[in-house]
């Protein structure tokens, strides 16, 4: 037992003096589960009480994650949800039915454990996950809705068994540790594919399909490709900020018609067959999930789970977005829908992580718009002098401005009523902004 630390000194803790990747990037990745295992067995696998859902892939395991966790919540399951990075709060990582662990709970459990995390040098995401587990057994929920840190093989919440394992999409993100190409990242991600547990692919892509396919075959387990098996013929949205989709199966039959949801991004619509794939496996397998749970569930996602900076309107009149779509995928849709977005002028409040290749970001983005270039308050920012200098030689203008409220600030000042700001290019930025 340590002198026990306020809220303030534990976060302190868990971040200053642990490597976490999120803050430093390469220094904090382990590249086996050694301490996770350790950890495991101390805590008692806490995991082993309850059932669980993971869910990995480049992007939108997050929204996956969320809407999986409100349907199972509007099932009456108690419902553990883990995902990663958190945007305003740390305890955003860990929630029971939409609640955030409380102060205290964090503060005890690294007080009360502080020195097996010492004796065995283990890492913020060892101890989260640790945290998460613990936590969840204790407060005896039914299901737990795992999100992956990164990759899949290695990481440390890959030591579940769960009902059913999800990869939504593979791109090419944190290429310095899971590979330069499709192929490679695919095969860490395929790491969560577990024998005799199903799997769902969110998008089936050329070059990831044979890994995953092999994978499930080596695995004795069965798998689908949402997209192949689900469509969505168009979505609009409603007066009141919702988006409604129609749901047909390959056979053009709709078996979902005027499902709405409360997250506002065009991307949602291949997360969203995803879920349903994910859904009805689970059906399958005996949980109890009927119809109306899908429909409020879907219409309740961020009602139910707190949900934050996915398309997420800050204001009207400059109408204020931020996206936390941070890799060359994630923005090109990002960029579409600002496309079919009206104004009269647009906005962008723009920063990045310093590990990313941001040349084929740049290329991406609209010259037409006013850049405000700043940098997120994580040692691992991108030096915003070093963005704007990039961004220049792609015919991107603005100014440079030391921090994200500073940039903010100034952009409402710059747009007139009908103008469209953007806040976006790294997670980071956006938990600034918020």
Known sequence: MVKKMNYNETLEWLFGQLPMYQREG???????LDNTIALDKYFDSPHKNFK?????????????????ASILQEAGYKVGLYTSPHLKDFRERIRINGEMIPKEEVIGFVANHFKIFNNIKSSFFEMTVAMAFDYFNRNKIDIAVVEVGMGGRLDSTNIINPELSVITNIGLDHVAFLGDTIEKIAQEKAGIIKENIPVVIGESQDDAEKVFKDTANSKNTSIIFADKKYKIDYTFFTPDNYQVFNIYNNSDKLIYENLKLDLLGWYQKKNIITVIAAINILIEKGLN????NIFRGILKT?????????????QYNPTIVCDTGHNTDGIKTLMEQIEGTPYENLHIILGFVNDKNI?????????????????ASIPRALDQEILAEKAKKNCLKGNVYKNVLEAKKNAKK????????????????VADAL
């Open 52 to 68: 669980s859902i993971h869910i990995a892939g480049t992007n939108g395991k997050g929204s996956v994650s969320h809407m999986l």
């Open 26 to 32: 390469k220094a904090a990745y382990k590249a086996n």
């Open 289 to 292: 999930i009927n119809d109306i």
């Open 359 to 375: 040349d084929e970001i740049l290329k991406l983005l609209p010259q037409k718009a006013k850049y405000y270039f700043t940098k």
């Open 302 to 314: 961020k009602e139910n789970t707190n949900l934050l900076g996915r398309w997420q309107i800050l």
């Open 414 to 429: 710059n747009a007139g009523p009908n103008d469209l700001i953007f806040i976006g290019g790294s997670t980071f930025i």
